[in-house]
């Protein structure tokens, strides 16, 4: 069976969307193996931990790291269900990899086909400091929308739980990280 | 996967998984049927029996009624020799403007659909029971027989016997067509009006769309590819079909038969039975918990009614299958069969496939991109309709959270304008506590049109 993440409807194993809330379901198997969103790129694991690459050990080795960031916020990359967890302080670089061009953003999307859906090598940055959460889209190609809004590049603009992110046409949902 | 070059129509099968992982529990398997002509064989176009049921009503004054007419005009002069036509008008009564038979318009023609006005009630049935009295009066085997209603408002208090004669109607081989203007009519009951009568339903928003919509069911209805299409799917021993759902050219319920076939386990005798209704319309709605404790299944055989497969053949249909633990290392999972009448004979044909899968005792199986992508616009779909069912029954807080979850789901599929618009209107029934008209219509039938890039679902592997 599998559990949705977001709304916690049962559903039988190999559904593919919740029919409560339409979140995209990963499975209990392919959780345990930490197979479906690997971490990539040069994540660095300070400053956020993949909650579906967590597997038990995992979740214990950096139970530190979760129990400080308990109270950030957390993405979840809408069509794969990839979750990110935010540090409580410091600034995360989304985009894709590219190492020949030697961008490694501390967030890599390639897995989530980042390239299709038009994300820039640097798309986007959040910042977080003690006033809160902040994004701010780098002059990206095809924009980052928050909520449905264009943000003019260079000028950050507050993130809480609850907003819509979208770098090109990827959606990214912004929740709040209550802990495992 | 099978093919047919003499019947020209192609019947493919696709399922979510390459291979089905060995598991001890319930797992569900997503199947993709496909029906396209393959173009060997030029498609036939056989004679029309066509009855027109149009709204006269005095809503329909203005520029509804002068394309209306218009239109009507132009199909009269498209019949040909041996095409039969009615044209019904209708308002609080309906009565038979025309009969034309064998040939194109005369100038009478013309000049009796010119003297339509607008006035009176709309009282569908009163339309439609005269039509398809038409239709059935010029009715014979050798015709591809429809009903096209328009309609741009509600009825009252004969829902039922409308969809009663739409069924029986069907039945009997005459096809209902049902195309709703502007923003007034009742989107559910002419939804489950067109689907009782084994054909479409079409939102025209604008007047201006209304000749075009027109002529493009003509053309659907002149050259067809098979007549009275049915789709068996029987799932193997183990196997139960949870939902069948059209997703191809446009999302929509099908209307089901009501024979199974049921085959008694342990190699028994197969029967015929009627009346039996092991699917629910709508599909299976017991819960995974319920169906955690059932016991393997009898296997049955779910038939679906297609109706005509006109020009635009090409259609997909998603079938989900709840697949019980398996012991075996290729599992048949479930039989698919077309069943159709090729265009000029009554020599009836089938096309059949099977859904075979490798067993495989790991869970990493990779997820086909495009299925994956159906079922995804697919659940768009029904999170919105449940929440307009939600907002009728009074919850808004539900209503709203379904419409943003179907936003965003949108939003993934690269769907901008339609999630916005969608996210629009659950803001604006946040704040108002109330559904508009325009809006509900527009997401409905936005959301049921996602998927129209089928003929390329089966073209490539995906990589």
């Given at each position: 069976?599998?559990?949705?993440?977001?709304?916690?409807?049962?559903?039988?194993?190999?559904?593919?969307?919740?029919?409560?809330?339409?979140?995209?379901?990963?499975?209990?198997?392919?959780?345990?193996?930490?197979?479906?969103?690997?971490?990539?790129?040069?994540?660095?694991?300070?400053?956020?931990?993949?909650?579906?690459?967590?597997?038990?050990?995992?979740?214990?080795?950096?139970?530190?790291?979760?129990?400080?960031?308990?109270?950030?916020?957390?993405?979840?990359?809408?069509?794969?269900?990839?979750?990110?967890?935010?540090?409580?302080?410091?600034?995360?670089?989304?985009?894709?990899?590219?190492?020949?061009?030697?961008?490694?953003?501390?967030?890599?999307?390639?897995?989530?086909?980042?390239?299709?859906?038009?994300?820039?090598?640097?798309?986007?940055?959040?910042?977080?400091?003690?006033?809160?959460?902040?994004?701010?889209?780098?002059?990206?190609?095809?924009?980052?929308?928050?909520?449905?809004?264009?943000?003019?590049?260079?000028?950050?603009?507050?993130?809480?739980?609850?907003?819509?992110?979208?770098?090109?046409?990827?959606?990214?949902?912004?929740?709040?990280?209550?802990?495992? | 996967?099978?093919?047919?070059?003499?019947?020209?129509?192609?019947?493919?099968?696709?399922?979510?998984?390459?291979?089905?992982?060995?598991?001890?529990?319930?797992?569900?398997?997503?199947?993709?049927?496909?029906?396209?002509?393959?173009?060997?064989?030029?498609?036939?176009?056989?004679?029309?029996?066509?009855?027109?049921?149009?709204?006269?009503?005095?809503?329909?004054?203005?520029?509804?009624?002068?394309?209306?007419?218009?239109?009507?005009?132009?199909?009269?002069?498209?019949?040909?020799?041996?095409?039969?036509?009615?044209?019904?008008?209708?308002?609080?009564?309906?009565?038979?403007?025309?009969?034309?038979?064998?040939?194109?318009?005369?100038?009478?023609?013309?000049?009796?659909?010119?003297?339509?006005?607008?006035?009176?009630?709309?009282?569908?049935?009163?339309?439609?029971?005269?039509?398809?009295?038409?239709?059935?009066?010029?009715?014979?085997?050798?015709?591809?027989?429809h009903v096209v209603l328009l309609?741009?408002?509600?009825?009252?208090?004969?829902?039922?016997?409308?969809?009663?004669?739409?069924?029986?109607?069907?039945?009997?081989?005459?096809f209902l067509t049902v195309l709703?203007?502007?923003?007034?009519?009742?989107?559910?009951?002419?939804?489950?009006?067109a689907?009782?009568g084994g054909g479409a339903l079409e939102?025209?928003?604008?007047?201006?769309?209304?000749?075009?919509v027109?002529?493009?069911h003509?053309?659907n209805m002149?050259?067809?590819?098979?007549?009275?299409?049915?789709?068996?799917?029987?799932?193997?021993?183990?196997?139960?079909?949870?939902?069948?759902?059209?997703?191809?050219?446009?999302?929509?319920?099908?209307?089901?038969?009501?024979?199974?076939?049921?085959?008694?386990?342990?190699?028994?005798?197969?029967?015929?039975?009627?009346?039996?209704?092991?699917?629910?319309?709508?599909?299976?709605?017991?819960?995974?918990?319920?169906?955690?404790?059932?016991?393997?299944?009898?296997?049955?055989?779910?038939?679906?009614?297609?109706g005509?497969?006109?020009?635009?053949?090409?259609?997909?249909?998603?079938?989900?299958?709840?697949?019980?633990?398996?012991?075996?290392?290729?599992?048949?999972?479930?039989?698919?069969?077309?069943?159709?009448?090729?265009?000029?004979?009554?020599?009836?044909?089938?096309?059949?496939?099977?859904?075979?899968?490798?067993?495989?005792?790991?869970?990493?199986?990779?997820?086909?991109?495009?299925?994956?992508?159906?079922?995804?616009?697919?659940?768009?779909?029904?999170?919105?309709?449940?929440?307009?069912?939600?907002?009728?029954?009074?919850?808004?807080?539900?209503?709203?959270?379904?419409?943003?979850?179907?936003?965003?789901?949108?939003?993934?599929?690269?769907?901008?304008?339609?999630?916005?618009?969608?996210?629009?209107?659950?803001?604006?029934?946040?704040?108002?506590?109330?559904?508009?008209?325009?809006?509900?219509?527009?997401?409905?039938?936005?959301?049921?049109?996602?998927?129209?890039?089928?003929?390329?679902?089966?073209?490539?592997?995906?990589?």
């Amino acid at each position: 069976m599998i559990t949705c993440r977001r709304c916690h409807a049962v559903h039988l194993e190999g559904a593919l969307f919740c029919d409560q809330c339409g979140s995209p379901l990963v499975s209990m198997a392919d959780e345990a193996s930490g197979e479906v969103a690997p971490p990539t790129g040069k994540i660095k694991s300070e400053f956020f931990t993949s909650k579906e690459a967590g597997s038990e050990a995992m979740v214990a080795q950096n139970s530190l790291l979760v129990k400080e960031a308990a109270e950030t916020l957390q993405l979840t990359v809408s069509s794969t269900g990839r979750i990110f967890r935010l540090p409580v302080k410091g600034q995360v670089l989304i985009g894709r990899r590219d190492s020949l061009a030697g961008v490694f953003p501390d967030l890599d999307l390639t897995p989530d086909g980042a390239v299709a859906m038009g994300v820039s090598r640097s798309h986007a940055r959040i910042t977080i400091d003690e006033t809160g959460s902040y994004v701010e889209d780098l002059n990206s190609l095809n924009h980052t929308h928050l909520n449905r809004e264009r943000l003019v590049p260079h000028q950050p603009r507050a993130l809480r739980a609850g907003d819509e992110l979208q770098l090109g046409r990827l959606a990214i949902r912004v929740e709040s990280a209550l802990g495992p | 996967m099978s093919n047919d070059e003499a019947a020209a129509i192609e019947l493919k099968v696709a399922c979510d998984k390459c291979a089905l992982p060995s598991l001890a529990e319930d797992q569900m398997l997503y199947a993709l049927a496909a029906i396209s002509a393959t173009g060997y064989v030029p498609p036939t176009r056989v004679p029309l029996n066509l009855c027109l049921v149009l709204d006269h009503s005095s809503s329909m004054h203005g520029e509804k009624l002068k394309q209306v007419k218009e239109s009507a005009k132009y199909i009269a002069h498209q019949m040909r020799t041996g095409d039969r036509l009615t044209l019904v008008v209708f308002s609080d009564r309906a009565k038979t403007l025309i009969v034309q038979l064998g040939g194109t318009a005369a100038q009478t023609t013309s000049q009796l659909i010119d003297a339509v006005e607008a006035r009176g009630g709309t009282e569908i049935y009163a339309g439609l029971t005269h039509g398809l009295e038409a239709a059935r009066k010029q009715q014979t085997d050798a015709f591809g027989n429809h009903v096209v209603l328009l309609t741009d408002g509600h009825t009252y208090g004969d829902e039922q016997n409308c969809l009663e004669a739409a069924r029986a109607a069907r039945e009997a081989g005459i096809f209902l067509t049902v195309l709703g203007v502007g923003t007034e009519w009742n989107d559910e009951f002419l939804t489950d009006l067109a689907t009782a009568g084994g054909g479409a339903l079409e939102y025209i928003d604008s007047p201006r769309k209304i000749a075009e919509v027109f002529q493009a069911h003509l053309r659907n209805m002149q050259i067809i590819y098979a007549r009275e299409a049915n789709l068996h799917v029987r799932p193997a021993e183990g196997v139960r079909l949870k939902d069948a759902c059209r997703v191809s050219p446009y999302i929509a319920n099908l209307t089901r038969e009501d024979t199974t076939r049921v085959s008694f386990r342990g190699g028994g005798p197969t029967r015929l039975g009627h009346g039996e209704r092991d699917l629910p319309p709508g599909g299976d709605r017991s819960s995974p918990h319920q169906k955690m404790g059932a016991q393997a299944t009898t296997p049955m055989e779910h038939s679906f009614c297609l109706g005509h497969l006109g020009q635009e053949a090409d259609q997909a249909f998603l079938l989900e299958l709840i697949v019980s633990p398996q012991a075996t290392p290729i599992c048949r999972l479930a039989h698919v069969r077309l069943d159709y009448l090729p265009p000029g004979n009554d020599v009836e044909k089938s096309l059949e496939a099977e859904v075979i899968l490798p067993t495989v005792t790991h869970s990493q199986v990779e997820t086909d991109s495009k299925v994956r992508d159906v079922v995804e616009r697919l659940t768009a779909f029904r999170l919105q309709e449940k929440a307009w069912a939600s907002a009728q029954a009074g919850d808004i807080p539900q209503a709203t959270q379904l419409l943003k979850a179907a936003s965003t789901r949108l939003l993934s599929l690269g769907e901008s304008e339609l999630s916005q618009a969608v996210f629009a209107e659950a803001q604006q029934m946040e704040r108002t506590g109330q559904t508009s008209s325009i809006a509900v219509k527009r997401i409905r039938y936005g959301t049921r049109g996602l998927i129209p890039f089928l003929p390329r679902l089966f073209s490539r592997r995906n990589k």
